[in-house]
């Protein structure tokens, strides 16, 4: 158990070097994978919204193989097992999931306090660099809904953060860190809604 549980950290703290689309191909819908069933509420996402914004880890003994409370609480939704599916079978679950229920997957945030913005939004303001590179490089998080409030896609979420830390905190290390999310999300078909940079 701890041997898969190292392995899937590995494989997610090196997405981008390690995993490619032809690595997992994503775009196919073996008869393993169930129907999606989102919640009717995005309230009903709170759990997991909660589970991102404290990053907290699960005990090393849980059984599920995993290392955060919200891989744990996302793979419940996607009907996933890391043990049972394998690593394949299990990021693809998850891919439909996301693809499928994304526009009802999002955060009123209880730390942060923002409303309405969706999973990735919520790994931008806690600096959640990891959930974001593995959301968009391995399980093909939708990158282009638009926040029901903020009216932003989360490029322009990224580029907002960007220009505040430009004029309020120019030498901040902070900025290195949203302009690399701003290219990987970019580069991987990201595009901006509120904003025309």
Request: include cysteine; proline fraction near 5%.
């Amino acid at each position: 158990m701890k041997t898969m549980k190292t392995l899937f950290l590995f494989v997610g703290m090196l997405v981008s070097s390690l995993v490619s689309a032809q690595d997992y191909d994503v775009s196919t819908t073996p008869p393993e994978i169930p129907d999606c069933e989102c919640e009717d509420y995005y309230q009903m996402y709170a759990p997991l919204c909660l589970s991102l914004e404290r990053q907290r880890q699960l005990d090393e003994s849980d059984p599920s193989g995993l290392f955060y409370e919200y891989e744990k609480e996302l793979a419940r939704l996607a009907k996933a097992d890391l043990n049972k599916d394998g690593e394949e079978l299990f990021i693809k679950k998850i891919n439909k999931y996301v693809t499928t229920c994304s526009k009802k997957m999002i955060c009123d945030t209880a730390v942060i306090k923002k409303e309405q913005i969706d999973m990735l939004k919520v790994a931008v303001a806690v600096r959640d660099w990891e959930f974001i590179e593995r959301g968009v490089t391995i399980y093909k998080w939708p990158l282009n809904d638009i926040g029901p409030i903020d009216q932003m896609t989360i490029l322009d979420f990224i580029y907002n953060d960007i220009e505040y830390y430009r004029s309020n905190r120019p030498n901040d290390t902070t900025v290195a860190d949203l302009k690399k999310m701003y290219l990987l999300i970019k580069n991987a078909g990201g595009k901006h809604n509120k904003f025309k940079p």
